[in-house]
C-alpha cells in the first residue's frame, strides 16, 4: 500500500484519493458549463478558463501518476472519459468564440482517444462502454464534419456501423434503434453534402480569393462595418441534418469563417506515446498538432456565430436580443433565417421538434449545444401537439415557420418581429416561400436601414428532381455558398461530368468575374448606404456578390426566365449596373455557359 502512495505536503494522502477528489472536482465544474449557452458573447469566457484549470490539473496528475493509480483501480475508459470531456470543452468554446483553435484541439483530443482505443477493453461486455464509444463517435463526427475533415468522417461512420451491429447481436436485450437512427441520419446528410459540393472551401480562403487588405474600398462610404456576429437558423420539416447541425446552417456556417491556407496550415502526424506530448494552448497535453498556427494573424478573427436549432419564437427573439445588445460600434449582424411557410401538414414523429433521434439528442446536445434551450420547443410541441389545423386556414404568406405548424404565432417569426433590433446594424439573408413579406421591413427601421437579400417565392427544381425543396437543401442558400457547383448542378451535370482542369478553369473564370463586379459596385455614384458600408466585409462582399450572381443566372436561365415567382431580390435595390439582364451580368453568365457548352440553354439579349 505504502509504494502506491504519494506525500502531498506531508499528509501521505494516497494517490488515488488525490485522483479521484481532482475527477470529483472536475465533473461539478464540467456539469455546470456544459449547459451554458454559447450564444453570449465573453459572459461565460472566465468560467471556462477555470474549468480547462482543473482539467488540466487532472490529466496531468494522471499522466504523472499514471502507473500508480492503475494497480489502484483505474480503468483506461476513465482516461478516454477525461480526454472526452476536454475534448467537448474545447469543442464549446469553438461554438462561443468561433476560434478556429479550439476546434483544432478538439480534433486531437478525440483522435488521440481514437488513436490509443480507451473504450476497448470490455466494450462487448458492458453496454454502457459501448455507449461511451457510441457517444464519443459521433461527437468527434461532429467535430470532423465542421473541420472538413472528410477522409475521417467516413472513417468514423463505417466504425459508428460496425460497432452498432456488434452491439445488437451483443446485447440483444437493449433497444439500439435510435442509433439506427443517427446512422441514417449522418449517410442523409453525406449523400447530400458530396465530395462535389466540397471540391472548393466552403471557408474564405485568401489563397483562392482577395485577401481583406486588397478589397476594392469604396471612397464616400461613411462608416466601413465589419460583420461580427451571425444569427443562424433552419427549419424544414425532414430537413437533411446531423444531430442538431442542418445542411443549410452548416454551410452556412463554414461560409462565415476563414480557411486555413498556405503556411498556416498544416497536416497532422504521427502521435507520440500517451495521448502525446505536444502541450496545447492551455497546458493540456495533446499529441502533434493537427492544425498548428491554424490562424492567420494577418487576418481579422472568425465572426462569432449562434446556431439555434428548431427554437421557439421567444427563445430565438432572446438570442437575438442578447447577440444584439452586444454587438461592437463598429459591428453589423448577419441573420439567417431559412424556413418553410407553413404549408405542411401536421408533424409526423420523425420532424417533430425535438428531432428524429430523442435520446441520442439529449445525450449528445450536452456536448454539442447549437441550441441551448431544447426543452422549451419540445414542451411547446407536447401541449399544443393536439391542437386542430384551424389555423391552418389562416394567411400564412407573412410569416416563417420555424417550427412545425401546430400553433400559429408559437413558432412564427413575422418581419415586425425583428424591427425593434433594426436599432443596429442588420444583414438579413431569409431563404423561404414567404421571403418577400420581409419586404415590408424596408422604411420601417428603428434606425438603421437593413440590408435584405430575399430568396425566390419558389425554388427552380434540379434537373429529375420533382421536389421544390432539393435533396441537398436550398438551391438559393447553395447558391450563396457553392455559386459555381450551384451553377453546374442545375445545367444537370453531376461532378463526375465535369474534368477538374474544366472546373479549375471555370471557378478561375467566376472568381475574376465578381472581382471585378464588385469592383464596378465601389465604383458607382449614388450607391445605396447600406451597401457601401458593408462591402470592405469580405464575408458580406462575397455574399452580395454571390447573390448578383445567382439573380443573373435565374432570371437568364430559359426554364425560368421572365418568371418573377423564381427570381430573388434584394433590398434596398443595387445599381443598375448590376441587373440581371444589364451587360455585365450577362457576360458573366454567357462567358461560364459558353465554357459548358450551354448557352442555348439561357435568353440572352445578344
Known sequence: MLQNELQIGGDGIPVSEVYWSLVAKADKKFSKIRDLPYYQRTRYDTYFYKVFKVYTQLWKFQQENRQKLVESGLKRWEIGEIASRIGQLYFGQYMRTSEANFLSESYIFYEAILTREYFKDGLHQDVNLASKQLRFLARF??????????????????????????????????????????????????????????????????????HPDNLPQVSDAKRKLKLRDALLCSYHPNEVKFSELTLDTFRMLQSLEWEPSGSFYQSSVGPTSGIGSGVSQNGVSGHSRVNQDITDPTLPPNPRKAILFRPCVTHFLAVLGTVSEELPS??????????????????????????????????????????????????????????????????????????????????????????????RPLFLVIDSGNSKAFKAMSGAEKGEPVAILLSPATSLPLPAVESSRQPGGSLFTSFLTSPLQSFILLLGFTGTDIEKD??????????????????????????????????????????????VFCRAVLSLYSPSFDKIEFQPECVPLLPEATSALGPTCQKVVFELADLFGVTNRFKFSQ
Open 141 to 210: 463526427l461532429t467535430v470532423c464534419l465542421v473541420l472538413n475533415r472528410r477522409e475521417m468522417v467516413y472513417q468514423l461512420v463505417n466504425q459508428l456501423k460496425m460497432l452498432l451491429d456488434e452491439c445488437k447481436r451483443t446485447f440483444q436485450e437493449t433497444d439500439f434503434k435510435e442509433w439506427k437512427l443517427v446512422i441514417q441520419e449522418i449517410v442523409k446528410f453525406l449523400k447530400a453534402d458530396t465530395a462535389f459540393m466540397n471540391i472548393r472551401p466552403l471557408r474564405y480562403s485568401v489563397v483562392l480569393e482577395l
Open 502 to 547: 474544366l472546373y479549375s478553369k471555370a471557378e478561375k473564370l467566376l472568381q475574376l468575374s465578381l472581382n471585378k463586379l464588385g469592383s464596378s459596385l465601389v465604383e458607382t455614384e449614388n450607391l445605396d448606404p447600406v451597401w457601401s458600408q458593408i462591402l470592405t466585409d469580405p464575408f458580406l462582399r462575397r455574399i452580395l456578390l454571390r447573390f
Open 330 to 423: 463598429d459591428g453589423i449582424l448577419l441573420i439567417y433565417l431559412s424556413a418553410g411557410n407553413g404549408e405542411h401538414a401536421m408533424p409526423t414523429p420523425s420532424s417533430s421538434r425535438s428531432g428524429n433521434s430523442v435520446g441520442y439528442i439529449e445525450n449528445l446536445s450536452r456536448g454539442f449545444q447549437f441550441s441551448s434551450i431544447n426543452s422549451d420547443s419540445s414542451n411547446i410541441h407536447s401541449i399544443t401537439s393536439g391542437y386542430n389545423s384551424v389555423n391552418q386556414s389562416r394567411n400564412i404568406s407573412d410569416c416563417l415557420h420555424i417550427g412545425p405548424p401546430v400553433q400559429r404565432g408559437l413558432n412564427c417569426i413575422y418581419p415586425s418581429d425583428l424591427l425593434p433590433f433594426t436599432r
